[in-house]
């Protein structure tokens, strides 16, 4: 063996030990600088929604301004014509940024975007319109309808505006769902300062021009009063600032106290004015004076919320940046321990090495012999295998992580129970013992008349009430799910079709029998339910025959005038299906 040759292995073995520790430092570099890219785009991503939100409150806000010249003579107020020149012109901004588009791919079509912004500034620039007409319409001959109607399509430009606003929402979160929390309550405590706004507006008319309420303006005003006191109860407990629990509980103490203790109550005093005559205690011009000032709590909620979640994720994004440095140069550290310890080696291991050689030779020639050199221990390098460790902390965190994803998309967000999609894995999975099981199909009777009447806010209270006292009553071995709108189906874990129809009446029962307080209107709703029941079994062969099989039983309740509970299989109850089975059929088979 020479020295060539030995050499070469060592530079060889060198050469494969780097080669498999680049491959093990990409393992831990590529996932870092995926998670520094991700939070890189999610950071983007709460920036630009800010904005959005942002352009929301400037178009919001000019309704001030018009209202204002919308209450005086002609030309007769040079600071406020001035005042709402310079609301537009901050409008105008505010869409105008828009219309770059966003920094981060995103799953949506921007044309798309560009035809709501478009569509936003086609309506804005049609109720400007109609505000400078009734403007310079003198004060005397001014209809307070068509006031209303000015302001009315000022409202409107909000309502077209939440197109640009879902947009960003649905784009934004579909890859990135850590995004939806923040993105939902970011429009939750927009919709309650546009609210604030409007419920002065709906109102604004009659008063600007002294003439008593309309109906349409009290229940307009009312709506609007009602949905912001939803709006309050969605977000009691909630805490604004992630890491300040003394701001938070301050800043709503400020929106129940100064808006909802003054401002709104400003606005109920007048509605109750106007229900009796044009005799109001404040002018249009006073009554924006006095109201706007009790919407800053609202302004500051919504800047200080969003102004968080921007600093949550820019400390993220800081964060990854930091890891991607450190295994980085963990990484460049890495090789040059490598040709630190090659170069060691040559010193201190193959010098010795080749004395030893050349005093072996020396022997066998009957050379003299010199003292041998002392071979020197490489020192141990532990950095790869740290970093290896915090690649597998990494990937056990992530798996953790898609496993809280997987729940959440077969949960309902409305009611938090199992959703259709759960619902169905359950159904075509065949059950453990192959026994057979039995399925409830619960329907809220005339529940397009609680949402007519009451709103789908109250309609959402009802699913959700509904939900929780079906939750109450299960098993921990049944299964709950929402399967569609208003009906709810209970996978019972039991083939006794007896017992399971004393349960589904115990439920019908104490559904009728429990009292729900709708929250806008104060008034008290009594719910029932039609039930329907059937026993089959699970699995891809039978999930569908059971599906149809409790369908008819629940379109026999229905038809037997609801509030009631029926069972597949019943001949009194067979005989009342088959007369309408043919067109039944036909839409089950539609929707599913």
């Given at each position: 063996?020479?020295r ?12 494969i ?15 870092t ?26 178009m ?9 010249i ?8 040079a ?9 537009r ?13 966003p ?5 949506s ?8 912004l ?6 804005l ?28 399509e000022m409202?409107?430009v909000?309502e ?11 784009a934004?979160t ?49 709506r ?24 938070s ?16 109550e ?7 004015q ?5 005799d ?11 109201y ?5 709590p ?27 440095a ?9 090789l040059?321990v ?7 080696i ?6 010795p090495l ?15 012999v010199?003292?041998?050199e ?21 990937l ?15 949960k ?18 065949p059950?453990?013992?192959g ?23 109250t309609?959402d ?12 009553a ?71 025959q ?10 026999c ?36």
């Amino acid at each position: 063996m020479n020295r060539i040759t030995l050499e070469g292995k060592l530079l060889f073995a060198t050469v494969i030990v780097a080669f498999l520790t680049l491959i093990l430092t990409a393992s831990a570099l590529i996932p870092t600088y995926e998670s520094y890219r991700s939070t890189n785009d999610n950071l983007l991503a709460v920036e630009r929604f800010r904005q959005v939100l942002e352009a929301a409150s400037r178009m919001s806000a000019e309704r001030g301004p018009a209202n204002d010249i919308m209450a005086i003579e002609p030309n007769s107020s040079a600071p406020a014509t001035e005042r709402l020149k310079v609301f537009r012109r901050i409008s105008d901004l505010s869409l105008e940024a828009l219309d770059e588009p966003p920094e981060i791919d995103v799953s949506s079509s921007l044309p798309d975007l560009q035809a709501a912004l478009a569509e936003t500034r086609a309506q804005l620039r049609r109720a400007r319109q109609t505000v400078d007409r009734v403007a310079a319409t003198p004060l005397a001959d001014r209809d307070p309808d068509d006031v209303q109607n000015a302001i009315r399509e000022m409202i409107e430009v909000i309502e077209t505006f939440q197109h640009v606003v879902d947009w960003h929402i649905a784009a934004f979160t579909t890859q990135r769902s850590e995004l939806t929390a923040p993105f939902l309550t970011g429009r939750m405590i927009s919709d309650m300062r546009e609210y604030g706004g409007r419920a002065a507006s709906q109102i604004m008319g009659p008063i600007a021009t002294r003439q008593p309420l309309r109906d349409s303006h009290i229940t307009d005003a009312s709506r609007t009063i009602g949905r912001l006191l939803e709006l309050r109860k969605l977000m009691q407990g909630q805490k604004i600032v992630s890491d300040r629990d003394a701001l938070s509980q301050q800043l709503m103490k400020d929106v129940d106290t100064i808006f909802f203790g003054s401002g709104l109550e400003l606005v109920k005093i007048l509605i109750e004015q106007g229900k009796i005559s044009g005799d109001y205690s404040v002018s249009a011009v006073d009554l924006t004076r006095d109201y706007v000032p009790t919407l800053q709590p609202l302004e500051r909620l919504r800047t200080v919320f969003l102004d968080d979640v921007v600093k949550r994720y820019r400390t993220q994004h800081y964060a990854a940046s930091y890891r991607l440095a450190v295994i980085a140069m963990i990484t460049a550290s890495a090789l040059a321990v490598l040709f630190t310890l090659f170069r060691s080696i040559r010193l201190h291991i193959l010098g010795p090495l080749l004395t030893a050689r050349r005093q072996i030779i020396a022997l066998a020639d009957g050379s003299p012999v010199t003292d041998m050199e002392t071979i020197s221990k490489a020192p141990e390098m532990r950095s790869l295998f740290e970093a290896l460790e915090l690649l597998r902390g990494k990937l056990d965190e992530r798996a953790e992580y898609e496993a809280r994803l997987k729940m959440q998309a077969e949960k309902d967000g409305l009611t938090g129970v199992w959703n259709r999609r759960a619902l169905e894995g359950f159904g075509n999975a065949p059950s453990e013992r192959g026994e057979d099981v039995c399925l409830m199909l619960i329907d809220i009777d005339h529940f397009k008349a609680v949402n007519d009447t009451y709103g789908h806010l109250t309609g959402d209270a009802v699913l959700i009430e509904i939900a929780t006292l079906l939750q109450g009553a299960m098993r921990s071995t049944d299964i709950v799910a929402r399967y569609g709108g208003e009906e709810f189906a209970v996978l019972v874990s039991t083939s006794d079709l007896s017992n399971t129809l004393d349960f589904a009446e115990e439920l019908r029962s104490r559904i009728q029998a429990h009292v729900i307080r709708d929250a806008e209107t104060g008034i008290d709703l009594s719910i029932t339910v039609s039930v329907g029941v059937a026993s089959g079994a699970c699995g891809a062969s039978g999930w569908r025959q059971l599906i149809a099989s409790a369908d008819e039983a629940l379109y026999c309740a229905k038809k037997k005038g609801r509030n009631r509970t029926c069972v597949f299989g019943d001949e009194a109850d067979r005989d009342i299906v088959e007369s309408a089975l043919i067109p039944f059929r036909a839409r089950r088979a539609a929707s599913l």
